[in-house]
């Protein structure tokens, strides 16, 4: 049997001229200081974990069980890991993270030996912030990068035809596996002698995007973060040269990222950022998220108009200017060799550190045997 | 005791004990939505579902049967099989079939008929690597009778090496429901695939080692969209697997899986594809340019395949592109049936529908 609507209640919708009047939750409260998110290894356990001052790490669920004691925090079960709180972090558990960095901050509780879900960032192991269901990276998007291989003057006209006509953007997938976290090491795949970096803009979907407009696509982002997207440019070695993404993106280790994920709402202009990577202390990318030639809305509008970009989802932005390939930057090609030192940083995001090691004990290149 | 009992469970006790090295019937693999809860499923006879959970825990109140606790989803059951898992589902259909408890008055309320239960997607892989011209009849047969044969010759004469592309896996669905054509693209295309679920994960495994990586075999119908980018000149040379291959409902599988050592010779099927009942694909996995072993290691040489992806084999010839095999390309539009058989694996039936209320082809348009 149906339930009959109080007369009043229909008074006051009709009176809302067609939209429901109703009270909209409060916004959110306040926040003491900025905060990261990230994964960490701790008591052997993936951990989620709210980063303070680039330098603490507070363990999520247990900080979460000690607000939750007190009679005016509701009890919410906190999700196992980033791809769940990806999801739900617009959906309340923002609110919530907000309630326990004010309370360990208003409370004192950082300094040292005051709480044990209290610890160093150097203390325990940063794993990557999350495990996405898939990874979408961005292809010549940002007009320092296309056609960088070649002379300067051809690079110029290249990036001045795209800025004449923009075209449609390209994305192409990375498998997941290939993920790994700041700190563990790069390596080169035996037989493979042209590998180079590109350190990119990240973005990590929230609620899942389908046909989402660029205007709209805000909405969609939970946070960002650094991918190093690491490339092979030796190709298939065929006689008649064909585009493969699999072997020029998808080795082992070809995907770091982190080094954790900065909530969408903490970074004021992601199109506004300083790009920078190093190879053993020497500048090699000097750029800016402002070079890219679709943003990073333009991006989420594009790849949701061919499949649904789902929570946990990695978009990366594409590489600025000044890959090793690059013979408009710099008069030589130059790629990674083992020994190597990679320092990649994104103003606001982070920094992410990498050493380059030689694949050990196995033979080389792809190989389909007869 | 009764007697006669007494020697039944003393029987029963040796076949549990003794054959669980051999199952009784040959049985697959499939996830199925049982009370609101994804779950694995044994498939007996292409019609009884037997929930592996339940089953397992029935046996285990048998004193002489281990506690094994029992994965949690497919890909853990990949990565698990060959690690004694294999024994105790065999130990389950034994006591299934020998005692009787699939039908009549013993049937046990863990076990469903197909029909009762929803079908999922078989497994949801981390990454699905799909093989491009892959087949002697399907390379080059968007091109004439003569230039199909010159390439397949060619290719004869120097395979070359494998070539893998990534499949998103959020384009799996599952048999049974709808393909959606999306909105503005009009050249939708079948590819009926053999697919190679990974069980031990595998890095620079080389093709003779293979076999001990495969958990099973499904069907992979790699729906594609030969529409392209639509640009001049064309960036990429023109080439977009996103575009080609990642659209939404694009990567139907299953129906179920079969455990690798039911398949006596897995280059040895027959595969074909019906379109509303008109036969499309008529092929053979022994058409292939580089067999599934071959694939895995081609695939582990660049990347390590982890439990539960899935390697499809390349598609026949037959597709709907083809000039070789039919005089005119042929396309899916909505309302038409698609009906993918591959000998011994199963059959996927899929309705082909429209995109409804959205806009239409890959955009990014401008907003500054």
Not at chain 1, 2 to 13: E, M
Not at chain 1, 84 to 90: K, N, Q, T, V
Not at chain 2, 42 to 49: E, S
Not at chain 2, 82 to 103: A, F, K, W
Request: aromatic share 6%; proline share 6%; hydrophobic share 35%.
């Amino acid at each position: 049997m149906k339930k009959r609507i109080p007369g009043a209640t229909v008074a006051a919708l009709l009176m809302a001229g067609g939209a429901l009047a109703i009270q909209t939750a409060p916004a959110l409260p306040s926040l003491s200081e900025p905060f990261k998110l990230g994964t960490f290894e701790i008591d052997g356990e993936p951990t989620l974990g709210i980063v303070l001052r680039d330098r603490i790490v507070v363990e999520l669920a247990a900080a979460n069980r000690e607000l939750e004691r007190k009679p005016h925090y509701a009890k919410l079960p906190m999700p196992e890991d980033m791809k769940s709180l990806a999801g739900l972090y617009h959906m309340g558990y923002n609110r919530r993270i907000y309630q326990i960095v004010n309370h360990v901050v208003g409370q004192g509780l950082l300094d040292a030996g005051k709480r044990s879900y209290v610890h160093g960032v150097e203390e325990v192991t940063t794993l990557p912030p999350i495990d996405p269901g898939k990874i979408l990276n961005a292809a010549g998007n940002y007009y320092g990068h296309v056609g960088e291989m070649n002379t300067p003057e051809e690079q110029r006209k290249e990036a001045e035809e795209r800025r004449r006509d923009r075209g449609m953007a390209y994305l192409f997938l990375k498998p997941p596996s290939v993920v790994i976290a700041n700190g563990e090491d790069i390596v080169i795949p035996k037989g493979r002698d042209k590998i180079d970096w590109e350190c990119e803009l990240a973005v990590i979907i929230g609620e899942p995007a389908k046909y989402v407009s660029a205007a709209n696509a805000k909405n969609h982002i939970f946070g960002y973060t650094i991918e190093l997207d690491m490339s092979d440019r030796g190709g298939r070695g065929e006689a008649e040269p064909r585009s493969d993404w699999l072997i020029g993106k998808g080795h082992d280790t070809f995907a770091p990222l982190g080094p954790w994920v900065v909530p969408a709402e903490l970074v004021k202009d992601p199109m506004n950022l300083k790009q920078t990577l190093t190879i053993n202390g020497k500048l090699m990318q000097d750029s800016h998220s402002s070079d890219m030639i679709h943003n990073v809305y333009e991006l989420i509008e594009y790849g949701s108009s061919i499949l649904t970009l789902e929570t946990g989802d990695v978009i990366a932005a594409g590489s600025p200017a000044g890959t090793g390939m690059s013979r408009s930057v710099r008069p030589e090609q130059i790629f990674l060799k083992p020994g190597d030192k990679i320092v990649a940083t994104i103003e606001g995001i982070g920094v992410m550190t990498h050493d380059v090691k030689a694949e050990s004990a196995a033979p080389s290149g792809p190989t389909s045997s007869r | 005791m009764h007697r006669t009992f007494g020697i039944a469970l003393s029987l029963l006790l040796l076949a549990i004990g003794s054959a669980a090295a051999q199952p009784q019937e040959k049985f697959k693999l499939g996830t199925f939505e049982i009370d609101g809860e994804s779950r694995i499923g044994i498939v007996l006879r292409d019609r009884t579902v037997v929930e592996l959970n339940a089953a397992n825990r029935e046996l285990e109140r048998r004193p002489e049967v281990a506690e094994l606790p029992m994965p949690k989803d497919m890909r853990e059951l990949a990565g698990l099989y060959h690690m004694g898992y294999d024994r105790r589902i065999y130990q389950i259909v034994n006591h299934l079939v020998g005692s009787t408890l699939l039908e009549g008055a013993n049937r046990r309320g863990y076990v469903h008929e197909l029909s009762q239960v929803r079908t999922l997607a078989p497994i949801r892989p981390r990454k699905i690597l799909n093989a491009a011209g892959n087949y002697y009849g399907h390379v080059g047969e968007s091109g004439t009778p003569e230039e199909q044969r010159k390439e397949a010759e060619e290719r004869r004469k120097n395979r070359g090496m494998a070539y893998l592309f990534l499949k998103p896996p959020s384009s799996i669905i599952a048999n049974g429901e709808d393909i959606v054509i999306p909105r503005g693209r009009d050249k939708i295309d079948w590819e009926c695939e053999i697919g190679v679920v990974i069980g031990q994960p595998a890095k620079n495994v080389v093709a003779s080692q293979a076999k001990n990586h495969i958990f099973g075999f499904t069907i992979e119908l790699d729906m594609s969209d030969r529409g392209g980018r639509g640009e001049d000149p064309p960036r990429f040379g023109g080439s977009d697997w996103l575009i080609g291959k990642g659209h939404d409902t694009f990567a139907p599988l299953g129906p179920f899986i079969v455990p690798a050592e039911f398949i006596e010779n897995p280059m040895n099927l027959k595969q074909t594809l019906t379109v509303n009942g008109k036969l499309m694909q008529d092929g053979n996995s022994s058409d292939m340019i580089h067999n599934i072993y071959e694939l895995i290691e081609y695939g582990s040489s660049v990347l390590t395949l982890e439990a539960g992806d899935v390697v499809a084999g390349g598609s026949p010839a037959g597709t709907g592109m083809s000039r070789s095999v039919r005089p005119e390309q042929i396309f899916l539009k909505a309302g038409d049936k698609i009906v993918a058989t591959i000998e011994g694996i199963g059959t996927m039936t899929h309705d082909v529908k429209g995109e409804t209320g959205t806009a239409g082809g890959p955009t990014s348009s401008p907003h500054e």
